[in-house]
């Protein structure tokens, strides 16, 4: 049975609407159009083809950014429905959140944000909120996909006080330090959840850390410590799914607890006292947080650090500078649309908005394309 929803919770009916008014649909809500819109977008198809933490063509069975934002959506839909809070809205968000990402992670991210240093920065999470804004073009009747306020809102998870000043409305929550909605706070943590947890799994597939490194971790010992009590014979393949699968399950469990605890302390009687609250109510213990802390570290440390991956990362590095100063300095080695678009942003702007263009280009791009188009470079310019 569907329980209804908190008088907190984010609604169609207390939403701040869409930029470019339109009619309600028929058989949706606004949040469900939202998703959709999302799932109907080029760049939410491109995340199939773009790295979490090994380059695509590595194995066809780690994570890549599209089942990363899959498993984000499914542990955050069920942390809203515990809470009476909107799936809907959690599952847009979680969908949306990564759509800026460029190829190769966050090796590709910092290049290209070093790259756009003097032009304004690049920012993965600005980027997300760029594509579904401005740069999805599919309907004639607005640019972008014209999402709600709330969806926007929740995927910029952060910004600096410099960006939201140029954001309008959508930039005054970090001027005025206010909260997104609850919905947002919950995709912000199931995106750490989902990563730390299927990086391990990712990791240990890979072979590059070992169980015998995880049980540094005290999170990570206890909950091996019960999975071997409750299944002593099982293969240490099976172990580490079933502590993964415990690790996870624990850690949705306090942030729901937790979360509770504070909407009660707070009693919350609409979605503005959610927003006006000075630190995020969806949190976990202290306990948790910790355990979630070291798993970061850990996985610094030992996989995101390791030479192997460095390696990938130091190459990516290459490719998305070279893509981009080689645009910048030719916009015609684009396709030809962006070419256009960069020669009309030089001239009305200056060379802060053909950067600009040349960076949306090559952000876009999935790891093989990049791949592509830099062994064509390569090769044009071993011909000339
Ligand atoms: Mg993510």
Redesign the pocket.
Known sequence: MLKALANYAATPSNSRGRLYPEAPPDYRTEFQRDRDRIIHSAAFRRLVYKTQVFVNHEGDLYRTRLT?SLE?AQIARTITRAMGLNEDLVEAISLA??LGHTPFGHAGQNALNECMRDFGGFEHNLQSLRVVDQLEDRYPEFPGLNLTFEAREGILKHCSLANARQLGELGQRFIKRHQPTLEAQIANIA?QIA?NNHDIDDGLRSGLIKISDLTEMRFFSDELQITKQKYPKISERHQAKAVIRRMIGSLVTDLIETSVCHIQALEPDSIDMVRQCKSPLIGFSDTFLEAQKTLQLFLRENLYNHPKVRKMTDQAHEIVSTLFSTFLADYKRMPHEHAINASRAHQEIGLNGSARIVADYVAGMTDRFALQVHEGLKKQSKNQ
Do not use: N
């Open positions: 990363h984000v959140h990564d995106d990563y």
